[in-house]
């Protein structure tokens, strides 16, 4: 009987540690610019427009050496190399506001912009 009893708050501590994991966890969001004249950012298969503030993790994929992606907004300036190809991850902390990210080189045609809430 004694051992039936510790495991009640042991299952319930475990409960609650894996709860504030998974709180405390950042959202992915995948950016791609590249390989021709697009740039997107998405959460899952879904274009981001609107985001409620906080952290998130963005992995950005850079497909062409003629691009950059470049993310801009309340506390954030963040960009890859033009030159250089590859995966990028950046830690961000999203605060209310609008967000653009845009290629450098060719911003008129290639941009993109979301709300935080």
């Known amino acids: 009987m004694p ?4 495991a ?17 966890a950042a959202t ?11 740039i997107t950012l ?3 298969s879904s274009k981001v427009t ?4 906080g952290k998130y993790t ?8 003629i691009h950059n992606f470049h993310l801009t907004g309340p506390g954030v300036n963040k960009k890859t190399s033009v030159p250089s190809t590859g995966t990028t ?8 506001g609008t967000y653009k990210y845009v290629c450098d080189p060719h911003a008129s045609m290639m941009k993109g912009s979301f709300t935080v809430r």
Do not use: E, Q
């Open 3 to 6: 051992r039936r009893l510790l």
């Open 50 to 53: 609107s985001l409620p503030a």
């Open 89 to 96: 991850t950046w830690s961000v902390t999203l605060k209310k």
């Open 58 to 65: 963005i992995k950005i994929s850079d497909k062409s050496n």
């Open 42 to 44: 998405k959460k899952g």
């Open 28 to 38: 992915t969001l995948n950016g791609t610019v590249g390989p021709g004249f697009t």
């Open 8 to 24: 009640v708050p042991v299952a319930v501590a475990l409960a609650i540690g894996t709860s504030a994991a998974v709180a405390d």
